[in-house]
């Protein structure tokens, strides 16, 4: 199954940018929407994540209604894993 949009938080951003492997991350998917809650969190910090994401071009930076209509409309609630269902 081919993942092409994903919507990343903050944990795996944060580590991938301090050990320089987020280069991975557009190899993987064609649209990462990041949320502007994830984005305000990883910014606001005094480190390697935060000066980087800014600058990223492959990131998308949305708000989280939007990823929630995103989700409502390409899957159902039931086709998701128990842990994925809100």
């Known amino acids: 199954m081919s993942i092409n949009r994903v919507i990343i938080n903050s944990s795996p951003l ?7 492997q ?3 991350i557009p190899q993987l998917f064609t649209e990462v929407l ?8 990883v910014t606001t910090k005094d480190d390697v ?13 949305v708000v989280v209604n939007t990823i929630a209509l995103i989700v ?9 894993l128990k842990g994925e269902r809100l």
Do not use: D, N
């Open 34 to 41: 990041v949320p502007l809650g994830v984005f305000e969190e």
């Open 72 to 80: 409502c409309m390409q899957y159902s609630l039931t086709s998701l």
């Open 49 to 61: 994540a935060s000066t980087q994401l800014p600058s990223i071009s492959w990131t998308q930076i």
């Open 14 to 20: 944060i580590v991938l940018l301090k050990s320089q």
């Open 22 to 24: 987020a280069k991975l």
